[in-house]
């Protein structure tokens, strides 16, 4: 028996007069609660809501919320945007009283506690990345990017090299590299990746210039490989007179191990999603904290949590930027991620990566045998196989696998990213899973390659909504369920 609550939308479900709450009476001498209301405010007729008792609501939106996989009830190895798993010890922490109800209009006097905890973690946030200036304001990694090479544009006008106006970034890099650098006004280049899907040195040193003022740069790579070139890369664009940016996307893959301030990088954010278990929410709000060198640590959005004797207080770096987003960004957030940090310490932390780094080479070692993985027999915390092969032989594409792997109780890995690998399958496992699902999530893989294409061509087949964006929708009703009573 199907859930009519899941599939109907609330205003067909709208009765009149139904209700989910009961307003107090009015008071004498009003007929509508609208005669307590300016009339200027008023409009012509009430707006069209749907009506509906409070059990209706939550059955719906319950209902819906099942129909959709996510870290808390499937596997979920998306690679490059994973959703790390969200300990609820951490939502708990971020739900005390003395966390929620703070307000951010308060004065630095009442809010001390959590001023306090924000200025541990700048603190914490310099210390696993190796550079000394933090600015916790951005909303999400793409914002901390683009936010940070405000900051670097900030310095070079400073500077008076205001010729500066390239930012390079890498043929593997995130889509957001180039957008942000062209929406902080710079223009982009692209510097190759060479055959070993590093970053191809000659072409990189083709490009750099007067005009270069940043290269972005991700390391682990978007293909899951650390390239250890990157003291001489960083070299080279220091001795040209830019900047490196780090992508800090992949930091769940080092820390503890290495950090960016160390081989060479001047600016980078962190996505907190990935690494310290903070919510995501496309785009924001999440966060997307960003750590810089000394000497760009006056450029930051403010504002920065300061401390004076034992006291803490909110300050506007020198010569900030400004905001770029209202208060101290998204603290619920930031609270998750430093319960996150305190209760893995250092070396639980170091730990984090090392799983991590297992976990992927673990599930690696199995997918390569029936999945080609161009570059490489190792990982780091991702890998990215590709279904260019199949597609040939059997007319299986990377959509198709992403699409049928929903039948086996699995979120689907990235597909087409990295865009340097032709039909890229791309996943990242995240330490939190065990081996049994590790397993069961190969074999799937596995099962897949070996079905037949109409089969797969038309998966998920488990699912309520098949392909709505995809051609092969065509062949079947979007909506599988119909309703017996139409
Ligand atoms: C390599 C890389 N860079 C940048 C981003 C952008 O981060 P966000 O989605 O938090 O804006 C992502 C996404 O997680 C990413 O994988």
Redesign the pocket.
């Known amino acids: 028996m199907r859930n009519q609550q899941a599939t109907k939308l609330l205003f067909e479900m709208s009765r009149p007069g139904r209700r989910s709450h009961h307003l107090p009476a009015l008071p004498a001498g009003s007929e509508t609660v609208t005669d307590l209301l300016p009339a200027e405010q008023l409009a012509d007729a009430p707006p069209p809501l749907p009506e509906l008792s409070e059990g209706d609501v939550v059955r719906h939106f319950v209902n819906l919320s099942t129909q959709n996989m996510s870290v808390d009830t499937h596997f979920y190895p998306l690679g490059?945007?994973?959703m790390k798993y969200n300990p609820k010890r951490n939502e708990r922490m971020a739900s005390l009283g003395g966390i929620v109800d703070v307000h951010p209009l308060q004065d630095d006097e009442s809010i001390q506690g959590m001023l306090q905890l924000l200025h541990e973690l700048q603190g914490m946030f310099a210390e696993i990345s190796g550079l000394p200036g933090v600015s916790m304001q951005p909303a999400?990694?793409?914002?901390?990017?683009l936010a940070a090479l405000f900051v670097a544009a900030a310095y070079f006008a400073d500077k008076g090299e205001t010729s500066r106006k390239v930012v390079l970034t890498a043929d593997s890099?995130?889509g957001?590299?180039p957008a942000s650098a062209q929406m902080a006004g710079f223009s982009t280049k692209t510097v190759k990746s060479g055959p070993n899907g590093l970053v191809d040195v000659e072409d990189l040193k083709s490009k750099l210039g007067d005009d270069t003022a940043v290269f972005m740069l991700?390391n682990p790579n978007?293909l899951g490989l650390f390239d250890a070139q990157v003291q001489e890369i960083a070299d080279l664009v220091h001795q040209a007179g830019g900047l490196i940016y780090l992508?800090g996307?992949?930091m769940n893959a080092i820390l503890g191990i290495t950090r960016p301030g160390d081989f060479g990088a001047d600016l980078m954010h962190y996505?907190p999603?990935?690494t310290f278990s903070g919510p995501?929410g496309g785009?924001?709000p999440?966060a997307?904290p960003i750590c810089v060198r000394d000497f760009l640590a006056p450029y930051l959005p403010g504002p920065i949590v300061e401390e004076h004797a034992g006291e803490f207080r909110c300050v506007n770096p020198a010569k900030s930027i400004g905001r770029v987003r209202s208060f101290f960004g998204n603290v619920g957030v930031l609270v998750r991620a430093y319960v996150y940090i305190r209760t893995y310490g250092k070396e639980g932390l170091r730990k984090v990566s090392e799983d991590a780094l297992l976990g992927a080479n673990y599930l690696l070692s199995k997918v390569k045998h029936f999945l080609d993985v161009p570059h490489g027999d190792r990982c780091m915390h991702e890998f990215v196989a590709s279904a260019s092969r199949l597609k040939k032989e059997k007319h299986l594409s990377a959509m198709d696998i992403a699409k049928r792997i929903l039948d086996y109780g699995f979120h689907a890995p990235t597909v087409y990213f990295p865009l340097v690998v032709d039909e890229a399958v791309m996943v990242e496992p995240t330490e939190t899973e065990s081996k049994e699902t590790l397993d069961a999530f190969a074999e799937a893989l596995f099962r897949i390659t070996e079905e037949s294409d109409d089969l797969i061509q038309d998966a998920p087949l488990s699912t309520k909504i098949s392909r709505p964006d995809d051609v092969t929708a065509a062949r079947r009703p979007i909506l599988r369920w119909t309703d017996p009573a139409s």
Request: proline residues 0%; aromatic residues 0%; negative net charge.
């Open positions: 490059s945007c994973t999400a990694g793409a914002h901390g990017e890099a995130h957001t590299n991700t978007t992508d996307a992949n996505n999603h990935k995501h785009g924001g999440g997307g």
